[in-house]
Structures are given as structure tokens and as C-alpha cells.
């Protein structure tokens, strides 16, 4: 396989981790797959994303969308949008379905983009400085391999809009 843009990693302290890569697109182009949650399985670096839950819309400043996660064994998580500039950027918190999600989840997945020469910087954060202090002590050892997992999603992002990464 061959996969086109720049990778960069930057560590910026345990609770947070950021990948950047630059694509060859425009960020309103970016912006329309990251605002649909049922394009989240198609970048989705984890495999953990399965489905997404109700009726999604396009997602915007408040929006909650549910999704169909499976890490093992199946899960469900809430998301709301917590961040938004159009084009620009997006985040959203998770947390576990009903009461539940007083206890499990916090962690948010930000997205900014940037146009530079040679398309968009796009950079994805997991920070889990608002984690749930019952499940922040497991989820801080998964660090490296969500950085990891994001690298993969960003590619996949590229792959999806440039068509440059797939198998020849």
C-alpha cells in the first residue's frame, strides 16, 4: 500500500496525545466526513466503531449521537459535541449510555484542521483530562496505543478523500 501526507506525533503531556497529518484536501471537505457520524466506522483507526445509533444529522455545536462500540465485547457510548468552528474544528465528549455515563467515560476526541500549502493540517487529540475518575487510571495505559490508532484514522481520512493509499 502507499499512503501520501506527513505524519507528526506531539506528546503533550500523559492525559493528552495528538497526531497531525497533512491531507490533500480542503477542510470543508474534511469537515463533511467528520460531521457525519456514519462515516466515523469508515476512518475509525481503532476498529472499535461499529455503528452509529438513532438518526444521525450532520453534527453541530450540542449534537448527540450514539454509537456502537466493541472492544472485546460490545458497548454503547454517548457523544456530545462539545467544540465547534465550522471547517475549523470539532470535538466531542463521550460517556457511557443512561446513569452510567456518570461513571464511565469523559474523554474527548478533538479534531482541528488548518489549511497549508499542500492541503489541510489535521490533527486529532484524545484528552482525558475530564475522564471519569473510576475508568481515568485504565484508560491513561492505552496513551500509546490510541496515538497509534489515531495515526491510523487520520490515514484512513486521507485514503478516503485522496484515494491515494489504496492497494494497488
Given at each position: 500500500?502507499?499512503?501520501?501526507?506527513?505524519?507528526?506525533?506531539?506528546?503533550?503531556?500523559?492525559?493528552?496525545?495528538?497526531?497531525?497529518?497533512?491531507?490533500?484536501?480542503?477542510?470543508?471537505?474534511?469537515?463533511?466526513?467528520l460531521?457525519?457520524?456514519?462515516?466515523?466506522?469508515?476512518?475509525?483507526?481503532?476498529?472499535?466503531?461499529?455503528?452509529?445509533?438513532?438518526?444521525?444529522?450532520?453534527?453541530?455545536?450540542?449534537?448527540?449521537?450514539?454509537?456502537?462500540?466493541?472492544?472485546?465485547?460490545?458497548?454503547?457510548?454517548?457523544?456530545?459535541?462539545?467544540?465547534?468552528?465550522?471547517?475549523?474544528?470539532?470535538?466531542?465528549?463521550?460517556?457511557?449510555?443512561?446513569?452510567?455515563?456518570?461513571?464511565?467515560?469523559?474523554?474527548?476526541?478533538?479534531?482541528?484542521?488548518?489549511?497549508?500549502?499542500?492541503?489541510?493540517?489535521?490533527?486529532?487529540t484524545?484528552?482525558?483530562?475530564?475522564?471519569?475518575?473510576?475508568?481515568?487510571p485504565?484508560?491513561?495505559?492505552?496513551?500509546?496505543?490510541?496515538?497509534?490508532?489515531?495515526?491510523?484514522?487520520?490515514?484512513?481520512?486521507?485514503?478516503?478523500?485522496?484515494?491515494?493509499?489504496?492497494?494497488?
Amino acid at each position: 500500500m502507499r499512503f501520501s501526507g506527513t505524519l507528526n506525533f506531539v506528546a503533550q503531556r500523559p492525559e493528552i496525545e495528538s497526531v497531525t497529518r497533512i491531507i490533500n484536501a480542503n477542510p470543508e471537505q474534511i469537515f463533511e466526513v467528520l460531521t457525519d457520524p456514519r462515516m466515523h466506522r469508515v476512518i475509525d483507526g481503532s476498529g472499535a466503531v461499529r455503528d452509529c445509533r438513532g438518526k444521525p444529522e450532520r453534527l453541530n455545536l450540542g449534537s448527540t449521537f450514539g454509537m456502537a462500540m466493541r472492544v472485546g465485547v460490545p458497548y454503547s457510548m454517548v457523544n456530545t459535541v462539545i467544540e465547534y468552528v465550522e471547517n475549523s474544528r470539532i470535538a466531542w465528549q463521550t460517556r457511557g449510555p443512561t446513569t452510567i455515563g456518570k461513571f464511565v467515560g469523559g474523554r474527548i476526541w478533538r479534531y482541528e484542521l488548518e489549511p497549508v500549502d499542500g492541503g489541510t493540517a489535521v490533527r486529532e487529540t484524545w484528552d482525558i483530562t475530564q475522564e471519569s475518575k473510576l475508568t481515568k487510571p485504565l484508560i491513561r495505559n492505552a496513551g500509546a496505543s490510541t496515538k497509534e490508532n489515531m495515526a491510523t484514522t487520520l490515514q484512513m481520512l486521507d485514503n478516503l478523500l485522496t484515494k491515494s493509499g489504496k492497494a494497488e
